[in-house]
């Protein structure tokens, strides 16, 4: 079995390699929902959807959101109202959205719903969120706190950000299926995804116990960098990392998770960080274009942690 902590774009790409090297039915991608929000009366949880459409083939990968078989009479519609459109749904999208939010009124929990929808696309890998509870990213700018989605998608990342907050984290239960499987004794790896450290990893991290049990699991944990030559390949992570007094370069994401790292695989053109990383370091390709790509980089990550998994047990 393999564990990997996933938020949208980036951990999604690497979870689909992942699932098309090994049995998929041994991977269990446990994602960040700190992103989560409502919205025109629908529960949202955008990494789930992300994670979820790429393991079914039904992502959107030129708009790197929602699905590709999409249309927006919706939308339209919303706009010829005067109604909110910042937050662009499409229509097969809203249905997901419209199922989750009753069943979850119903009382059913998100992951119940999210195993459910997963398996009626037919993904075979398990689907986890973090936690059932709610935990929301907030992020302290230089107009004020503002909401993740305020902030990601209405305000296109443009304020300066000098804080974080993942509010309800300390009162979040980490999921039961997550950390049943970080004691699992088929448990091969933990991967850290590429995604963006400070609002993808660190709200899964923050939930109490989480760090622990990735450090005292016999697995090795590692971690891909979402970094590439000090830039993020899509998104604000490298703007963050400026604007939290941070270089941004593959190095300093090493140090966010520095009590836990076993390995870590950077990109080749990052070969000069290698020495200060204080983990076994693996060069690859880590940029992923095509499906190829998906797949070594999976490929890599296993062989690395295979070596990793041998160091450990001679320890
Ligand atoms: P979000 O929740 O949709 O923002 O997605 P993530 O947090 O999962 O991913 C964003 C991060 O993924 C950014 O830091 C990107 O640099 C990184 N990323 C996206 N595509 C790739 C890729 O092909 N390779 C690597 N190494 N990182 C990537």
Known sequence: ???????????????????????????????????????????????????????????NRELGWGRHDETWSFMETMESLGGDTWFRLGDRDIALHVERTRRLHKGETL??????????????????????????????TAEGWLDFQEYFVH????????????????????HPEFLAALT????????ICPSNPFISVEPILAIPGVRQALIDSPAPVIAVSP?????????PTAKMMT?????????TVAQRYRD???GYVIDHADMSEVVSIDARVTLAQTLMRTMEDREALARTVIEAAAILRRRKASR
């Open 155 to 174: 305000r296109r990342c443009e304020p300066v950000v000098h804080e974080l907050l993942f509010q309800g984290a300390g009162a979040a239960r980490a």
């Open 111 to 140: 992951s119940a719903v999210t195993a459910d929808l997963c398996q009626r696309l037919g993904i075979k890998s398990r689907v986890v969120p973090m936690s059932d509870d709610p935990v929301r990213t907030r992020l302290r």
């Open 243 to 251: 604007e939290l007094g941070m270089d941004p370069s593959a190095g």
């Open 260 to 262: 836990l790292l076993d």
């Open 227 to 235: 970094i590439i030559a000090g830039q993020a390949v899509k998104g």
């Open 1 to 59: 079995m393999i564990v990997a902590l996933s938020g949208g774009v980036g951990g999604a790409k690497l979870a689909l390699g992942l699932s098309r090297v090994m049995p998929p039915e041994e991977l269990v991608v446990v994602v960040n929902t700190g992103d989560d929000f409502e919205h025109l009366g629908l529960s949202i949880s955008p990494d789930i959807d992300t994670v979820t459409y790429t393991l079914s083939g039904l992502a």
């Open 184 to 191: 699992d004794p088929s448990l091969q790896a933990i991967v």
